[in-house]
């Protein structure tokens, strides 16, 4: 009995062949078989004509179509796996886009929120900021019209001191001051709301938007010492103890002389409101010179 050889020992051909060989001997079978169920039918010829078989060439056209097939699909496979590849990172890279616009769409959103609800930041400003002293003027002399020294204004400060002098003056209350007694010094003038030039020539002027007599705060006066009237002459005069009346439309109020001192028109911190009730009053100094100021302090005194 001949020894049986492995598959590893048959050559590429020799098995080529035996696959051939196989499949025609299935084929001669399927065929016997369909002989004996009479689905073929067999003719007789005188001369059958054979054909002539190179093993193999049976199989060949059966094969190739077949892997001309797969390669075709696989060719339409990969090519739609990158298509479809392709779509996927455009949607990431589209998805991406949109969540960093609704990003930016958000903060915008939260940034104009915050801005309409912030309050704005309150600060107090006086009605009237006094850049100098009031009752400043050029020296009388014989000849020469006596006008506003605008000379003592810093000069940066000179459009601003021009723009408060447009402001108008606000209708007096019942409660502010309308009329001043200093018996020391015989004076007895009437008060009127604001201090720039044209006030100043009516009588004594309340600077706008110090207290009211009796309040507590600075009640600010001043008028004139050598022209309309030198009602404040000779504060100069006064000296501690002496007494103000400052008279309103319901009441009279006494303050009490404390100090008297002289200082620069650039002093305007002496007019700044104070935690106690208090009265300034404001001239021009030294007498028909004036160029200095001349500030009187009073307290009230309680009932």
């Not at 609704?102 to 929120?113: D, G, M």
């Not at 007494?243 to 305007?268: A, C, H, K, M, W």
């Amino acid at each position: 009995m001949p020894r049986q050889r492995s598959i590893e020992e048959f050559t590429s051909e020799e098995l080529r062949q035996l696959l051939v060989e196989k499949r025609r001997a299935e084929r001669e079978a399927r065929l016997e078989s369909f002989r004996k169920t009479g689905r073929v039918i067999q003719v007789e010829t005188e001369n059958p004509i054979i054909p002539n078989v190179i093993p193999g060439d049976d199989d060949e056209p059966e094969e190739e179509p077949l892997t001309n097939r797969r390669r075709a699909r696989n060719r339409r496979k990969k090519g739609m796996e990158r298509f479809l590849f392709i779509v996927e990172i455009l949607a990431i890279v589209g998805l991406v886009l949109i969540i960093f616009q609704a990003f930016n769409v958000l903060n915008l959103l939260n940034a104009e929120t915050a801005d309409a609800l912030a309050m704005p930041q309150l600060t107090p400003t006086a009605l009237i900021t006094a850049v100098v002293l009031p009752s400043g003027h050029t020296a009388p002399v014989e000849g020469v019209e006596v006008r506003p020294n605008d000379a003592e204004i810093p000069e940066h400060l000179r459009p601003l001191m021009q723009s408060y002098a447009d402001l108008p003056i606000p209708t007096p209350g019942a409660q502010q001051a309308r009329q001043i007694q200093i018996p020391a010094i015989g004076v007895s003038a009437p008060i009127v709301l604001g201090d720039g030039w044209e006030q100043l020539k009516k009588g004594v002027g309340q600077h706008v938007g110090t207290a009211n007599p009796g309040e507590v705060g600075n009640v600010v006066v001043s008028a004139h010492n050598d022209i309309f009237g030198e009602l404040f002459r000779d504060l100069d005069k006064l000296k501690t103890g002496d007494t103000v009346i400052l008279t309103t439309q319901d009441r009279s109020f006494t303050y009490v002389i404390t100090g008297t001192q002289i200082v620069e028109p650039t002093r305007v911190d002496l007019m700044a409101p104070t935690p106690e009730k208090t009265l300034t009053m404001i001239s021009c100094y030294p007498y028909r010179i004036d160029t200095q100021r001349i500030v009187v302090t009073a307290i009230l005194q309680e009932d």
